[in-house]
């Protein structure tokens, strides 16, 4: 991945502090007061409020819709037949049976990694795997093949995100207690339990932060009305033009400046999961080598 724009993020970090000071220390610090306070106070609001917000709106619409366009994938992409080619093709030189594998698969009672150990071992009657070793690439290929029905109807960075849960322990253990719900023949049952547990976590991340960076902008539109209605229409280059007021002005750009890195930082972090961090310059690993940019980035991560 393309790693060498990493400079950027800490560039723009730089100019937008340097021009936030230097814009609120001509302004002065009658004027400067009130946009950094408002800069303070949006963000102050907007990180809880997003959350709110954002779970809101999940609840409301995108869990509904992301349900649906699950069902529709899965009446294309049945998780039975593909997890059977994707066995087939492990090199154990076997051929599965469709309704035995799918009655693994769909029976609540059984233990699914276990059933199917001992099935793929009785067809040619020999180990095809260690069965840590078995059980580890069945987990990949669970992972791989659930993640590429949701890309199918959602987003790439929905979709990796299924993928690197179903790897991890819990998404494992998720996968294996409930796989008669996943490969259900009633796909709106798997569409449910897919989106549930293995989908829902990285849509909330990403209303989570569009409805941040909204609210931002809606509260420091406010601010600016209300600096209007305090200041009127006179020329800022008139007002408090005696040295300490500009200096103290541009003390107050400083924090002004913060919250605007911060703010910058999450519409990066939207660009990245909308790219599914791989695009050229908006991608984790540029993120990591930044000096500065990172510690901002990772307070995003928080929202």
């Known amino acids: 991945m393309n790693t060498e724009f990493w400079w950027f993020f800490d560039a723009v970090a730089v100019v937008i502090l340097l ?6 220390g001509k302004r002065g610090f009658s004027k ?6 408002g800069c303070i106070v949006a963000v102050a609001l907007s990180f809880p409020l997003s959350r709110q917000m954002g779970e809101i709106f999940y609840n409301s619409s995108i869990s509904e819709s992301n349900v649906k366009a699950l069902d529709k994938a899965l009446e294309k992409n049945s998780v039975p037949d593909k997890m059977k080619t994707y066995i087939e093709g492990l090199g154990y030189s076997i051929r599965i049976d469709e309704d035995i594998f799918a009655d693994i698969l769909t029976n ?11 099935y793929v071992n009785n067809i040619n009657g020999r180990n095809v795997d260690e069965k840590s070793e078995f ?5 990949e290929g669970f992972a791989l093949t659930i993640g590429s029905i949701v890309k199918q109807e959602l987003t790439a ?9 179903i790897r991890t322990e819990e998404g494992r253990a998720l996968l294996e207690e409930n796989m008669y719900k996943v490969c259900n023949p009633n796909t709106m049952v798997g569409a449910e339990y897919i ?15 569009m409805s941040f960076v909204i609210l931002v ?3 420091m539109i406010i601010v600016k009305i209300v600096e209007k209605l305090i200041h009127g229409e006179e020329n800022p280059d008139r007002i408090n033009n005696e040295l300490a007021s500009h200096i103290a002005g541009g003390v107050l750009g400083i924090f002004e400046g913060l919250m605007l890195i911060f703010v910058a930082s999450a519409c990066v972090r939207v660009n990245i999961i909308l790219g599914s961090d791989n695009m050229m310059m908006f991608n984790s690993e540029t993120i990591d080598k930044t000096i500065v940019f990172k510690y901002v980035y990772n307070l995003v991560l928080k929202i």
């Open 157 to 165: 960075y929905e979709a990796e995100y299924a993928e690197n849960f």
């Open 108 to 118: 609540e009672e059984k233990d699914v990694y276990d059933a199917l150990y001992t």
């Open 217 to 219: 902008f809606v509260i």
């Open 32 to 37: 400067s007061i009130v946009t950094c306070i």
């Open 19 to 24: 021009v936030t000071v230097f814009l609120s």
């Open 135 to 139: 059980e580890e690439k069945l987990t």
């Open 195 to 209: 989106e549930a547990n293995f989908v829902a976590t990285g849509s909330k991340e990403f209303v989570r932060v």
